[in-house]
T-cell receptor, first 109, second 115 residues
Framework: EDQVTQSPEALRLQEGESSSLNCSYT??????LFWYRQDPGKGPEFLFT???AGEEKEKERLKATLTKKESFLHITAPKPEDSATYLC??????????FGTGTRLTIIP | GAVVSQHPSWVICKSGTSVKIECRSL??????MFWYRQFPKQSLMLMAT?????????EQGVEKDKFLINHASLTLSTLTVTSAHPEDSSFYIC???????????FGPGTRLLVL
C-alpha cells in the first residue's frame, strides 16, 4: 500500500532559525512528489512538484529536494508568515494523491 | 494561473436538507476533479474522483447516493450532500488537474455545518 509519512508533526522555530521538514514514501513507482502549504480554514496551496531523485526546486525561503525514499522541505531564515501546515503527497500514476498528515510549522517572532 | 474557486465558502443547513457545492477551474480546463473532506487537525481524505462527462469514482466507504458528484463540463464540478445530517458537518475541498499535468490545484474549501 502506498504510504506517505511526514515528520515532525509539529515544529516551532524562532524567526530566522532554519530547519527541514521530512516526507518519506514507500517506493512503488513514484510518479511525482508534491508539496503544499495549508493555512487554517483554507484549501492547500501548491508549492512544488518533484519527479526524480536529485531534483531540487526553490521558491523564496523554501527549497524542496527529493531522494529515492524521501523528500525534504528546507526553510531558510523563516518569517512568521511562513507559519502554516505543510503537506506532502505522492502520486503513483493512478490520478490520486496520497497525502501525509502534515507538519504544523509555527514561526515565533 | 491555475485558480480554482468554490461556492459557497460556508453553509449552514438543517438536518435532512440537501446542499450543493460548486467547484470551478477559472483559468484552465480541468479534465479531472477531486473532492476531499477534512476534519479538524487531520489531513485530507479523498472522497471521489471525477472525469468530465463520466461517472465519479468513489473511495471505499463513501456513500455514492449520499454524496452526488457531477462533472458536467471541463470547468465545473458539483458535490451535493443529500439528506444532510450533523455527522456530515465538515470542511469540503475540491481540486482540479488538467490534461497535461498531474498537479492538483485546490479550491479554498467549503465549511458545512448541519444543525
Amino acid at each position: 500500500e502506498d504510504q506517505v509519512t511526514q515528520s515532525p508533526e509539529a515544529l516551532r522555530l524562532q524567526e530566522g532559525e532554519s530547519s527541514s521538514l521530512n516526507c518519506s514514501y514507500t517506493v512503488s513507482g513514484l510518479r511525482g512528489l508534491f508539496w503544499y502549504r495549508q493555512d487554517p480554514g483554507k484549501g492547500p496551496e501548491f508549492l512544488f512538484t518533484l519527479y526524480s531523485a536529485g531534483e531540487e526546486k526553490e521558491k523564496e525561503r523554501l527549497k524542496a529536494t527529493l531522494t529515492k525514499k524521501e523528500s525534504f522541505l528546507h526553510i531558510t531564515a523563516p518569517k512568521p508568515e511562513d507559519s502554516a501546515t505543510y503537506l506532502c503527497a505522492s502520486h503513483f500514476g493512478n490520478e490520486k494523491l496520497t497525502f501525509g498528515t502534515g507538519t504544523r510549522l509555527t514561526i515565533i517572532p | 494561473g491555475a485558480v480554482v474557486s468554490q461556492h459557497p465558502s460556508w453553509v449552514i443547513c438543517k438536518s435532512g436538507t440537501s446542499v450543493k457545492i460548486e467547484c470551478r477551474s477559472l483559468d484552465f480546463q480541468a479534465t479531472t476533479m477531486f473532492w476531499y473532506r477534512q476534519f479538524p487537525k487531520q489531513s485530507l481524505m479523498l472522497m471521489a474522483t471525477s472525469n468530465e462527462g463520466s461517472k465519479a469514482t468513489y473511495e471505499q466507504g463513501v456513500e455514492k447516493d449520499k454524496f452526488l458528484i457531477n462533472h458536467a463540463s471541463l470547468t465545473l464540478s458539483t458535490l451535493t450532500v443529500t439528506s444532510a445530517h450533523p455527522e456530515d458537518s465538515s470542511f469540503y475541498i475540491c481540486s482540479a488537474s488538467g490534461l497535461s499535468s498531474e498537479t492538483q490545484y485546490f479550491g479554498p474549501g467549503t465549511r458545512l455545518l448541519v444543525l
